[in-house]
């Protein structure tokens, strides 16, 4: 009987996981202070001091033990006022559920939507994270490539990322502003996604991480938020690393 070696051991579509390669990359010049280091959506600024003072200030007071599963209702609350203000949405704080990172966040809502052989549906290039979580859960990723224009623009075209959608399709992911390319997916097409959505029953992730990052037209962009119901199939993730630069604190919703 021949032994099995441990990466043999794994299942098969953990072994097909591919490994990132902007973190290789990143590796290897992170130490270089000759290099200018653009490769990571990372700002060279640090946490502000308020934000810093303040969580130590909570671990000095004991706030260090475990808590409600769904985090502490003041920062659940507190998340409820921030779309309020931003973009004028009533959400039940007990709809928002803090996580380890935007990542972890993806990771959850795959996990919870997706079953082997499921299809996720998603315009690219694209972060690639997103197409390892889809392997991890056992889905397909099924992509929709972005078209350039004449003045040198990204656009995607709703028919074709339409056309992708098959009775194995689980959800559409849309990350607007887009990393890597920097498209925003303009309203008018948020609300037929939403209305394509409903009709085939089918699920919408939104990664809306750097709403707040455009430089051509008003901030934040729209969210998903703004024009779907409180029952509606959507899953909206985001995090604090990129407007608050606490990437290293791995915190988000």
Not at 124 to 139: A, F, Q
Not at 178 to 183: I, K
Not at 210 to 233: G, K, N
Not at 241 to 248: A, D, F, L
Request: glycine fraction near 6%; charge should be negative; proline fraction near 8%.
């Amino acid at each position: 009987m021949t032994q099995k070696t441990i990466d043999q051991s794994l299942p098969p579509h953990i072994q097909r996981l591919a490994n990132n390669q902007i973190v290789k990359i990143a590796d290897l010049a992170r130490d270089d202070p000759n290099v200018i280091k653009l490769w990571i959506g990372e700002s060279d600024l640090r946490t502000p001091d308020f934000i810093t003072d303040a969580t130590v200030e909570a671990l000095r007071d004991g706030y260090t033990r475990y808590t409600y599963s769904l985090g502490l209702p003041p920062l659940r609350e507190a998340l409820a006022r921030y779309h309020k203000r931003h973009w004028d949405v009533d959400v039940d704080p007990n709809r928002f559920s803090p996580t380890v990172g935007g990542m972890n966040a993806m990771m959850q809502v795959f996990q919870s939507l997706f079953s082997p052989g499921d299809e996720l549906v998603i315009p690219v290039p694209t972060w690639p994270n997103i197409m390892e979580v889809t392997n991890i859960v056992g889905g397909t990723v099924v992509p929709v490539a972005y078209d350039i224009d004449g003045d040198g623009n990204v656009t995607l075209d709703l028919d074709r990322l339409f056309g992708a959608v098959t009775a194995k399709t689980k959800a559409i992911a849309i990350n607007s502003p887009a990393n890597p390319t920097g498209w925003v997916m303009p309203l008018d097409d948020m609300i037929a996604l939403r209305d394509f959505a409903r009709e085939r029953g089918i699920w919408l992730i939104a990664d809306e991480v750097y709403a707040h990052f455009v430089y051509e037209m008003p901030a934040p962009t729209p969210s998903f938020l703004q024009i779907c119901e409180p029952d509606e199939r959507l899953m909206v993730t985001n995090t604090f690393s990129k407007n608050w630069c606490m990437t290293g604190w791995r915190s988000g919703w």
